[in-house]
């Protein structure tokens, strides 16, 4: 499955540059948002495969990443991607593999466009 392989690479890649320390507290601020959780729930209703700006907006609404640097907002994204991809789209049932690779790669991109 090339998505797993994707984020297992960029999660561990993010670890080696920025510590175990830093991905655990991403990691919480992403899983004990409400904004993350209020848009994991409209998602699910409408049932539909989140876009790249939707993703960075959650995201930036969260306090601790508003003056974050590029990678550690993409590291938020990437987490919360795999959170709607498992809590929600249950590995295939909205989106395929190729849609999520994609949806990854487009937040990564837009992530790298930010000042």
């Given at each position: 499955m090339e998505y797993e392989?994707?984020?297992?690479?960029f999660t561990n890649d993010f670890i080696r540059e920025f510590g175990e320390r830093k991905y655990f507290k991403?990691?919480?601020k992403v899983n004990n948002s409400r904004s993350v959780r209020n848009t994991i729930e409209?998602?699910?209703e409408l049932q539909i495969i989140p876009g790249n700006t939707d993703i960075v907006a959650?995201?930036?609404n969260i306090p601790f990443f508003m003056l974050a640097?590029?990678?550690?907002i993409a590291m938020g994204g990437v987490i919360l991607i795999d959170l709607w991809n498992k809590k929600i789209n249950n590995n295939g049932e909205i989106a395929?593999?190729?849609?999520?690779?994609?949806?990854?790669y487009n937040v990564l991109r837009k992530c790298?466009?930010?000042i």
């Amino acid at each position: 499955m090339e998505y797993e392989n994707l984020i297992e690479s960029f999660t561990n890649d993010f670890i080696r540059e920025f510590g175990e320390r830093k991905y655990f507290k991403i990691l919480d601020k992403v899983n004990n948002s409400r904004s993350v959780r209020n848009t994991i729930e409209q998602f699910n209703e409408l049932q539909i495969i989140p876009g790249n700006t939707d993703i960075v907006a959650t995201i930036m609404n969260i306090p601790f990443f508003m003056l974050a640097n590029k990678m550690t907002i993409a590291m938020g994204g990437v987490i919360l991607i795999d959170l709607w991809n498992k809590k929600i789209n249950n590995n295939g049932e909205i989106a395929d593999d190729f849609e999520v690779v994609t949806l990854y790669y487009n937040v990564l991109r837009k992530c790298g466009q930010m000042i």
